[in-house]
T-cell receptor
Framework: DAKTTQPPSMDCAEGRAANLPCNHSTISGNEYVYWYRQIHSQGPQYIIHGLKNNETNEMASLIITEDRKSSTLILPHATLRDTAVYYCIVRANTGNQFYFGTGTSLTVIP | DAGITQSPRHKVTETGTPVTLRCHQTENHRYMYWYRQDPGHGLRLIHY???????DKGEVSDGYSVSRSKTEDFLLTLESATSSQTSVYFC?????????????FGPGTRLTVT
């Protein structure tokens, strides 16, 4: 699976959009981009995933660049409950494992 | 939230003792996984199952065994616990192993081996 690079930490003001970047410059054509988050001491929570098109669901939006070498997870109106570690994962079509790196620790500030 | 429970949620045990962790799901998903999470290592796959009685090794399987006698239950056994197995263990389930299908994770079991 392709390696991803994320900033170790970010802050965001409550109510503002949180934009979490991820670099995956070695991504292959059959690899999907997944985002999970982990709130302290809980299991990882699925947020969203995509292949090449932008995706949106009730939790977030995923913007993937045209060359697919980077993506951005957008939480449109961050709340204190969004404080968590966010993991960007690039997953190949073979194999069963999700490779979680160290992620971005997002702190939403009141 | 996906119906996944893990038991026990916390356990302290002594070196050399066997330990079994249980993952139970109510989603009827065919695929189940055991991960461990340690500081600086992210989540690492221990074993996974692709059906009743069908299991395979993951990245860090040494010292662990698994069993799946029913669709809903996936057991992880530490045959002789060691201090290096102190970790947080997560179970995950998936409807399908294909890349387009997400995995859903349980709440975790914190295991301390003294």
């Amino acid at each position: 699976d392709a390696k991803t690079t994320q900033p170790p930490s970010m802050d965001c003001a409550e109510g503002r959009a949180a934009n979490l970047p991820c670099n995956h410059s070695t991504i292959s054509g059959n690899e999907y981009v997944y985002w999970y988050r982990q709130i302290h001491s809980q299991g990882p929570q699925y947020i969203i995933h995509g292949l090449k098109n932008n995706e949106t669901n009730e939790m977030a939006s995923l913007i993937i660049t045209e060359d697919r070498k980077s993506s951005t997870l957008i939480l449109p109106h961050a709340t204190l409950r969004d404080t968590a570690v966010y993991y960007c994962i690039v997953r190949a079509n073979t194999g069963n494992q999700f490779y979680f790196g160290t992620g971005t620790s997002l702190t939403v500030i009141p | 939230d996906a119906g996944i429970t893990q038991s026990p949620r916390h356990k302290v045990t002594e070196t050399g003792t066997p330990v079994t962790l249980r993952c139970h799901q109510t989603e009827n998903h065919r695929y189940m996984y055991w991960y461990r999470q340690d500081p600086g290592h992210g989540l690492r796959l221990i074993h996974y199952s692709y059906g009743v009685k069908d299991t395979d090794k993951g990245e860090v399987s040494d010292g662990y065994s698994v069993s799946r006698s029913k669709t809903e239950d996936f057991l992880l056994t530490l045959e002789s616990a060691t201090s290096s197995q102190t970790s947080v263990y997560f179970c995950a389930i998936s409807e399908h192993p294909a890349v387009s299908y997400e995995q859903y994770f349980g709440p975790g079991t914190r295991l301390t081996v003294t």
